[in-house]
């Protein structure tokens, strides 16, 4: 017999209050909101030019004169934190999209049409048997090493993750009799994909984007680590760090601050997609 | 039941085709001429071409697919360009630090996180539940390189309890390999343990809820029979499935931990070969890495069976 | 001094090959000179002493024939015995595959065994740099038995050096052992001339790529010898387990232009970079204090014969951006990209390479960085449209004709008429202290074309257990010799 | 704390909250009603009118954040001695449950474990109770699933509940429940989600378990024909509130509040609301539907729906008042129903 | 317009197979027929699992059914294409049973409505508004109501809702897939008395799926019994409750519990489980459970036999309960 399904997520147009309502969840949100303003202000806010070299006052400690301190070409780290948080986020935010695109678009496929649901879920699984990194490392090499190349690679990692999200979400929806109502009333079929079932299964792939936001920013942090990703020259919180290492010793806050930065980025978009994760579905803890 | 193992085996077949056929468009789509790369920077043109020919790169892309496939079917992975051994070969000889640093890593991980999770989601919304939960989520928040070096630092630097690097020199010791092991386990295994905790977390959330544990508490028996016999166990099936996932995080977490700690195993391996250029070793890694993570989720897929008696597949 | 004990060396990575006929690279050299060796080598002043050779060669009147007496009973790892033969198989071998010794091949006219321990090289030219040549241990004229020489790549490690290959284990280790039938030179060592002692039983060289990972090795005293670690980790070793060595100076670091294509092609362009560049914070940027740099416009410094202040004038520490503005005025600069080619291998270049984007920007150029792995670095290179300026570095070399410049045909494709006299010239004479006046002509010319920017002198650093001794600095280090003392 | 010798179960003036930030949700408010030795209670109300909770409570497994607020649960054991299981602890209710006090849910196909067979779930009961060897345990099994009428009983005793229908599933719970012989039975809708035909063999196997066992049976519904078919006595629920409590006959003969008539006149009745040529009248409706439970009226919480509301029914709950001979009715209005 | 005896939908042997995820086929519709005559309601009843949901989805061609065919106004649906489908769509609608998921949670209902709307092709603007403040009023809603979202209903204000969506498009036919059986009894029978009302109102034809045999007894003028996929009898309504001729009707409405204790008796109830589609019993498919069987019952399925007065029954033994 099948199994008589439930609704996904309720609609709740008062979402942000909701989020309000919980204490880790609006913490993770104020702090996320505050990281991309810095960002997107940073050249309001910060004191020097992100690439101002004073070679002579390098590896200064945090003081009055540099917030969190120079790096070793005397460049102020508060202001290369902030610029490097645009690279990050918007790194991590294309990710986001593109990944979603290609696993939003996959994913609807293989849920809703029960013809490409094996071929397009048999690619998905053979796409999440390489470890992300590993793949992102892979794909990094073939393509070049560019911020547009790093977030080309990431976007594949990520997109099979979401696919499957999507893919279960539309099983469930496209079974659900309101997707049957609106076929009895001989709704075009793409009408019915985006407004019956894109429309639900948003819920879940925001609470998976916000997740992969946060995995990306760190995935980018390790290529740049690793020396196979963005170019240094462009500076992100990853490449910051793996410059800064060098200095771990003599001048730590170079690398301390751009990795506070990428942990309290990380929690949280984490802690903000816990928080949605409870209002929007709950059943999805269980997922990947 | 071997009618589901087969079916699996069948699904498992398929993907690892695809996994072949997305590594051999991985490698096509790299610009470059790989006998150019390989030959390096002082090769002649005439040079170039003797190789393409020699390497089949002139055939048509099916020709030079069936090829490549009919070379992974025998176990040829083909030639390190730059160790100039067969791939399978470097892999082999990198194998048993990546061999037991995920499986220590599993292991510590595991121990953490079960205990830590059936607990939080026994004691939902208690002071030990927001305490783990934050706990989880910040190691997941923390790079793993980073946790890696600042433990290098205190542990291996400062304490000097443990080498900074390497695996032992020729002739040491297994005792004193896996002793190079000990910091790279454990960060890896604390940074796993975030996902296995919350994973475990929300199984045993989900069947704590389930009628079978009111039906459990219903007959008198103790909590912790509850929780372990009838919750826990059920807990396990999509427990066994993090685990499965895991393994791809753990080998993830390898590449960077091990260049972290300069071991020398697969992942690191596969550092050294994209910034040498060794595509085939590349290519070979991430066959071998694919092929065991679908190898793995087999087996649990196998596992399956054998603990939950409705899988029928 | 005692017999016995095995070291650890921790090297920056894996050699890439353990040819070294068929590599330049410095840590192909390091670790193949313990296994094989050359006819001649550098002692410790750096002049030309023999190693497989008996004596120093007789030389020609004219300069064309060298006549070089062999040792005799020198045994092979393989148990069999040195002579002419494998030597002049050995240099046939160089000939076709070392890049120093493809670029030697068109001045030698021939090369022969006379007897049983001689052997007569005949040149088309006189060629003065000759002798260093057969010295150097990389893409070196290492000699091998005559069946080994027509392997392609090198299979069997075969030498006559003082240690043998035992095992390698790619990423892990490479396992030397005490070759026990080594005939040493008599006498006392002289650099890597002279005797050659065996205390060790073993050596490894350990691959540690990562800079950082090679400083906690020495901090922690897991290594008997770190090889190459920032400068700006000394006092970080100095308060550690091992202590630190500093070889000063060790080397330059270089901008090397491409004057075949593109904006430097332009010598105007190159002149306003260097006039726009500026070496004192280059360095500072890169070492991080005076204490293991120098500024020095010389092409080598005052401790080597061939130092020379002769038309420094154009280096200026600090930069000379008007200068720098007016030239690049003068040449018409349309704001097209100047690319400059760099790693990360080699920390320190990249830092560069952000400071003299700093300051050409600040002249007015538009500068384009491409940051890539070594590996590409060496592949991009060799193609003329791919960049404008690469920045690599070089220790100081006994022979200045080893510098990369020096050969036409090198990146950067320097090839005047000026330039051809100048080294034509300095290479034909063969009397020491000629050659050090001639070179002054080449420097002259160097910063009249500005093939290349030398940034300044900086200096290694090493680490060393506190009971390793007898290890001399060295840009190359050796190992012969070194024992473990008490601790 | 006096209890009739005859009366097994007597919950009174019982209150169970569920607190949450900002509201409470009064699941249950004011439920009494007495359970006699052998007999059959059924409470019956619509979804959400706290008859869950109310089970729930009883057996003290009440999910956080719902607590008993007030009111007693007397109840008598085998040793005849009361307890008020509104102040056990879980230590306490350990012992009780499955022996003193088992329960059958209404979801057979979710609330056996799935891995684990039948027979060890019984077979675990009971062992949970007595000492017994795993050997005794078995057959003790074996034979509870012979007395709720399993075919081939002993075949089945190692199937796993997947691969049982569920009306088998249902007596397996029954089996389970009955293990240790206890002296009151609750069933929550223990036969809402099975067919009618199952339903059937489920209530008759139930009524006959009762002559066999003599255990009293706490018997949740919200179906009437049901507990027109199983109950001895009644208990009508509406929004966590008892409103109207009656032995069976006289509940159906003369309801004595509102609500409860409401509830019989809108189910069909082919009887009743056709006519001679098949026409059909219009089915009586209760207006409007079940008021929140975390946003009560002050006074009846039916007024809003009743026709027989006047004014005084909305200023205070009305208490509840014997109304019938045997019944008693939450309505100020009862006698004039 | 049409002649009066001309059933409105006539479905004739329709059978439809299921391929599970094992691969073994299940058969969930075989062989059923019956007719909706214009205006009527026909009650579909039977068990969980015996096939009419999938009958019910089958003859609006919102599952392909595999074979048989459903004559509606003289044309049958199941040779249309898709495309030509299209144009009989909103002449059948569906409601549901599931009052909660089958709105679509983030439309608001204007939406919902407005959907339904487009399929019929219906105006924009202030008739379209018109519209759907007066199709909520038909079902008993307030216009004001049209800008809330679904979860802001009660069930049984939902069931309305779908049946407002059905009726947007002014459909003849309508297949009410058990539209009360998840709704509380006191909302129930708001619901039914809506669905009577407006049968009569627009002179729908209703077929009614339920396993409330009282509701379907109240609510239908024919009624088809259903075990494991094929029809048992059929008939109208007031005949088969007054004189069921099957043993499986028989055994239904003795076990359906009535709401009257003085009418409780000792029955005795069917044996066993209803057995799995995968695999049903040769014959007749009720033969495991009937108190009548005999060996011939095993041997072939019992043919449809006609009473008269539209009564069928499909049981060899039909005549020994006259
Ligand atoms: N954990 C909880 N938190 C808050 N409210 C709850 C909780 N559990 C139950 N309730 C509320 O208590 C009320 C009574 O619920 P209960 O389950 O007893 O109803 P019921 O009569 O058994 O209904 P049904 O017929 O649907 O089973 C409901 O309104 C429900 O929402
Ligand atoms: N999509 C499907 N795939 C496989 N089997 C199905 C599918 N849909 C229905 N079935 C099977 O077909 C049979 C008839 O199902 P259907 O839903 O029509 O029964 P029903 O009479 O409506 O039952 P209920 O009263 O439970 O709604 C069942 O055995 C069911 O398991
Ligand atoms: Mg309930
Ligand atoms: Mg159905």
Redesign the interface.
Do not use: W
């Given at each position: 017999?099948a199994a008589v399904?439930?609704?996904p997520?309720?609609?709740?147009?008062n979402l942000l209050i909701r989020i309000a309502s919980r204490p880790t969840a609006l913490a993770g949100l104020i702090v996320v909101t505050v990281i991309i303003l810095l960002s997107v202000l940073a050249p309001l806010i910060a004191p020097y030019a992100p690439s101002q070299l004073a070679v002579r006052d390098r590896l200064q400690g945090p003081g009055m004169a540099h917030l969190m301190g120079t790096d070793e070409l005397g460049r102020d780290v508060f202001t290369r934190v902030l610029y490097s948080g645009r690279t990050s986020l918007t790194v991590g935010f294309a990710v986001v999209v593109f990944a979603s695109a290609i696993g939003v678009t996959l994913g609807l496929v293989a849920g809703f049409f029960r013809r490409f649901d094996a071929p397009v879920s048999r690619l998905i699984d053979a796409m999440m048997a390489f470890p992300d990194i590993l793949l992102a490392i892979a794909l990094v090499a073939a393509l070049g090493p560019s911020a547009a190349n790093v977030v080309i690679a990431l976007g594949i990692v990520y997109a099979p993750r979401l696919a499957r999200v999507v893919r279960a979400s539309t099983l469930v929806i496209r079974e659900?009799?309101?997707v049957?109502?609106?076929?009895?009333?001989?709704?075009p079929t793409p009408v019915i994909l985006v407004?019956?079932v894109l429309?639900?299964v948003?819920s879940p792939l925001l609470v998976q984007a916000t997740f992969i936001f946060a995995n990306a920013i760190l995935a980018e942090a390790g290529l740049s680590f690793l020396g196979v990703g963005i170019s240094p020259d462009i500076p992100t919180w990853g490449t910051m760090i793996s410059v800064g290492r060098q200095f771990l010793d003599q001048a730590p806050w170079i690398m301390w601050f751009p990795g506070g930065a990428i942990i309290l980025t990380v929690l949280s978009l984490q802690l903000l997609g816990d928080g949605l994760r409870d209002f929007l579905d709950p059943r999805l803890a269980k997922d990947v | 039941m071997l009618r589901s193992a087969l079916n699996r085996l069948i699904g498992m077949a398929i993907v690892m085709f695809l996994v072949v056929t997305i590594v051999f468009v991985i490698v096509r789509v790299t610009p470059g001429d790989p006998a150019a790369v390989m030959l390096g920077p002082d090769a002649t043109a005439e040079d170039i071409a003797s190789l393409r020919e020699r390497l089949g790169l002139n055939a048509p892309i099916p020709v030079q697919f069936l090829t490549y496939f009919g070379g992974i079917l025998r176990g040829d992975f083909g030639q390190s360009i730059f160790l100039n051994i067969p791939v399978t070969h470097a892999l082999w000889l990198r194998a048993e630090p990546t061999f037991f640093l995920t499986v220590f890593a599993l292991a510590i991980a595991a121990a953490v996180a079960l205990p830590v999770g059936v607990l939080s989601a026994y004691w939902r919304g208690s002071a030990f539940d927001q305490a783990a939960t934050m706990l989880a989520m910040f190691a997941a928040s923390i790079p793993s390189f980073w946790l890696g070096l600042i433990f290098m630092q205190i542990f291996a630097v400062q304490l000097g309890w443990f080498d900074t690097s390497g695996y032992g020199g020729p002739g040491a010791s297994f005792a004193e390999r896996m002793h190079h092991l000990v910091l790279p386990a454990v960060t890896l295994g604390l940074i796993s343990s975030a996902l296995i905790t919350r994973f475990t977390r929300a199984a045993m959330l989900d069947v704590l809820n389930d009628d079978y544990v009111r039906t459990a508490r219903s007959k008198g028996m103790s909590e912790w029979r509850v929780v372990v016999r009838h919750a826990f166990k059920n807990a396990l099936i999509p427990i066994l499935t993090v685990i499965g996932l895991t393994a791809a995080l753990l080998i993830s977490g390898a590449i960077v931990t091990e260049t972290v700690f300069g071991l020398p195993g697969v992942g690191s391996l596969i550092v050294s070969a994209v910034l040498r250029r060794d595509y085939p070793v590349i290519q070979g890694a991430l066959l071998v890495v694919a092929g065991l993570y679908v190898l793995v989720n087999f087996v649990i897929d196998m596992l399956y069976l054998l603990v939950d008696p409705r899988v029928?597949? | 001094q005692t017999a016995g004990g095995v070291i650890d060396v921790a090297t920056i990575g894996e050699p890439p090959t353990l040819d070294p006929m068929a590599s330049t690279a410095d840590l192909v050299g390091i670790i193949t000179q313990h296994i094989y060796e050359t006819l001649y080598t550098f002692g410790a002043d750096w002049t030309v002493t023999p190693l497989l050779a008996a004596d120093m060669p007789t030389i020609s009147e004219d300069g064309l024939t060298y006549t070089i007496p062999l040792r005799t009973g020198v045994t092979f790892h393989d148990g069999s015995e040195m002579t002419s033969a494998d030597v002049v198989a050995s240099l046939d071998r160089w000939m076709r595959i070392a890049s120093r010794g493809k670029q030697t091949a068109e001045v030698i006219d021939g090369i022969a065994a006379t007897d049983e321990a001689t052997v007569t090289i005949t040149l088309k030219s006189p060629y003065a740099p000759l002798l260093s040549l057969l010295s150097l241990n990389n893409a070196a004229a290492i000699i091998i038995p005559e069946e080994n020489a027509d392997q392609d790549p090198l299979e069997s490690y075969v030498g006559t050096g003082p240690y043998r290959l035992e095992e390698r284990v790619p990423d892990q280790y490479i396992q030397l052992v005490r070759f026990e039938d080594y005939a040493s030179r008599d006498g006392e060592p002289n650099g890597y001339g002279g005797a050659r002692l065996q205390h060790l039983d073993e050596i490894r060289f350990v691959p540690v790529p990562d800079p950082n990972t090679r400083i906690e090795g020495a901090v922690a005293g897991q290594f008997a010898y770190v090889d190459q670690l920032p400068v700006e980790a000394y006092d970080r070793i100095a308060g550690g387990a091992t202590e630190p060595v500093v070889l000063a100076p060790f080397g330059w670091p270089v901008f090397v232009m491409n004057t075949q294509e593109g904006l430097n092609s332009d010598l105007r362009i190159r002149k306003a970079i260097q006039a726009a560049l500026a070496p004192e914070d280059m360095m500072l940027a890169a070492f991080g204090s005076e204490d293991f740099f120098s500024i020095d416009g010389a092409w080598y410094p005052d401790s080597y014969a061939w130092h020379t202040e002769v038309a420094t004038e154009p280096y200026k520490p600090m930069g000379d951006t008007e200068t720098a503005m007016a030239l690049l005025a003068e040449a018409g600069y349309d704001g097209s990209p100047l690319r400059i080619l760099t790693s990360r291998q080699y920390e320190y270049h990249y830092k560069m390479a952000q400071v003299a984007q700093a300051y050409l920007e600040a002249a007015g150029f538009k500068v384009q960085m491409d940051v890539v792995e070594w590996a590409t670095l060496t592949q991009n290179r060799a193609d003329p449209a791919l960049w404008d300026i690469y920045i690599t570095h070089s220790p100081f070399l006994p022979e200045p004709s080893l510098m990369g410049i020096m050969s036409d045909s090198s990146p950067g494709w320097w090839a005047t008429d000026a330039k051809h006299a100048a080294v034509e010239a300095f290479n034909a004479e063969s009397d020491p202290a000629k050659r050090v006046e001639l070179f002054a002509d080449v420097q002259k010319v160097i910063y009249e074309e500005v093939p290349a920017y030398k940034v300044g002198n900086f200096n290694a650093l090493a680490a060393q257990a506190p009971n390793l001794e007898g290890v001399a600095p060295a840009p190359w280090p050796y190992f012969w010799n070194a024992y473990l003392g008490d601790e | 704390m006096t209890l009739d010798a005859d009366t097994i179960l007597s919950v009174r003036d019982l209150r169970t909250w569920f607190k949450g930030r900002h509201s409470i949700a009064k699941a249950v408010d004011g439920v009494t009603f007495d359970l006699k030795r052998g007999k059959t209670l059924a409470v019956v109300g619509?979804?959400g009118s706290g008859k869950s909770v109310t089970s729930l409570s009883i057996m003290g497994l009440l999910a956080r954040p719902g607590a008993i607020e007030s009111g007693q649960i007397l109840f008598r054991d085998r040793q005849e001695r009361v307890h008020d299981l509104a102040r056990f602890s879980q230590k306490q209710f350990r012992a009780l449950r499955g022996r003193e006090i088992a329960m059958i849910f209404q979801e057979p196909m979710t609330s056996l474990n799935p891995l684990y067979t039948v027979g060890d779930q019984i077979g675990e009961m009971i062992a949970l109770h007595e000492p017994i060897s795993p050997s005794e345990a078995r057959k003790r099994a074996l034979e509870m699933l012979r007395h709720v009428e399993i075919?081939d009983a002993a075949g089945r005793l190692d199937d796993y509940p997947h691969q049982m229908?569920g009306?088998?599933r249902q007596r397996v719970m029954i089996a389970m429940a009955l293990a240790c012989s206890p002296s009151l039975l609750i069933a929550d809708e223990p036969t809402t989600a099975l067919?009618?035909?199952?339903?059937?063999?489920i209530?008759?196997l139930l009524r006959r378990l009762q002559d066999q066992f003599g255990m009293s049976i706490l018997f949740i519904t919200?179906?009437?024909?049901?507990?027109?078919?199983i109950?001895h006595d009644v208990v009508v629920m509406y929004a966590g509130r008892v409103v109207e409590q009656a032995p069976?006959?006289e509940l159906?003969a003369r309801q004595t509040h509102p609500y409860t008539r409401?509830?019989?006149a809108?189910?069909?009745?082919?009887e009743r609301?056709?006519g001679s040529e098949?026409e059909?009248q219009?089915?009586?409706?209760?207006?409007g539907?079940?008021p929140p439970i975390t946003d009560l009226p002050p006074g009846c919480a039916f007024e809003p729906?009743c026709g027989y509301a006047v004014p005084a029914c909305r200023n205070a709950l009305p208490p509840l008042v014997k109304a019938g001979e045997n019944s008693i009715s939450r309505c100020i209005r009862s006698h004039e129903i | 317009m049409s002649a009066p005896e001309a059933p409105l939908l006539d479905v004739r042997g329709l059978t439809k197979t299921f391929v599970g995820?094992?691969g073994r086929t299940v058969h969930a519709v075989s062989d059923v027929s019956f007719s909706v005559r214009r205006g009527t309601t026909v009650g579909l009843v039977g068990?969980?699992?015996s096939g009419k949901t999938t009958a019910g989805?089958s003859v609006?061609r919102?599952i392909e059914p595999s074979g048989g065919k459903a004559v509606f106004d003289g044309v049958d649906l199941f040779s249309l294409s898709e495309r030509e489908m299209?144009a009989y769509?909103?002449r059948?609608?569906?409601i549901?049973?599931?009052p909660?998921?089958?709105?679509?949670?983030?439309?608001r209902i204007d939406a919902i409505l407005s959907?339904?709307l487009?399929?019929a092709d219906f105006a924009r603007g202030a008739a379209r508004r018109e519209r759907i403040a007066e199709l909520l009023a038909i079902v008993g809603l307030s216009p004001d109501h049209a800008r809330r979202?679904?979860?802001e209903f009660?069930g049984?204000?939902r069931q309305r809702i779908?049946i407002a969506?059905?009726l947007a498009?002014e459909p003849e036919f309508i297949v009410a897939d058990e539209p009360v059986s998840a709704l509380?009894?006191?909302?129930?029978?708001?619901v039914?008395?809506l669905l009577?009302d407006l049968q009569k109102r627009f002179s729908l034809s209703i077929l009614f799926i339920a396993?409330d045999?009282?509701?379907v007894?109240?609510?239908c003028?024919d009624v088809v019994v259903m075990y494991l996929g094929r029809v048992m009898e059929s008939g109208p309504?007031?005949k088969v409750?007054a004189n069921p001729r099957h043993p499986y009707t028989r055994?239904?409405l003795a076990?359906?519990?009535?709401?009257?204790?003085?009418?409780?008796k000792a029955?005795v109830?069917?044996?066993?489980?209803?057995p799995s589609p995968i695999n049903p019993p040769s014959g007749c498919v009720f033969r495991t459970?009937c108190p009548m069987a005999i060996e011939a019952c095993a041997q072939a399925i019992p043919p449809v036999e006609d009473l008269g007065g539209n009564h069928h029954v499909a049981c060899i033994r039909h005549a020994e309960l006259a």
């Open positions: 017999m399904t439930t609704a997520a309720r609609a709740e147009p659900l009799p309101y049957e109502a609106a076929r009895a009333l001989g709704v407004r019956h429309r639900n948003v | 029928r597949y | - | 619509e979804s075919p229908s009306g088998m067919d009618v035909t199952i339903q059937a063999q209530l008759d919200h179906n009437l024909g049901v507990v027109a078919e109950a069976v006959m159906f409401g509830l019989l809108c189910t069909p009745d082919a609301d056709l098949g059909r219009a089915l009586y409706s209760i207006p539907s079940v729906r | 995820r094992n068990e969980s699992g989805r609006l919102l299209k769509r909103k059948l609608q569906i549901f049973q599931d909660f998921s089958s709105l679509n949670p983030r439309m959907e339904a487009d399929a979202f679904p979860h009660s049984g204000q779908g969506r059905a498009v509380d009894v006191s909302v129930q029978a708001q039914l008395n009577g396993h045999l009282s509701v007894e109240y609510l003028d309504s007031r409750y055994a239904l076990t359906a519990p009535v709401p009257d204790p003085t009418r409780r029955r109830p069917l044996m066993g489980d209803i459970r």
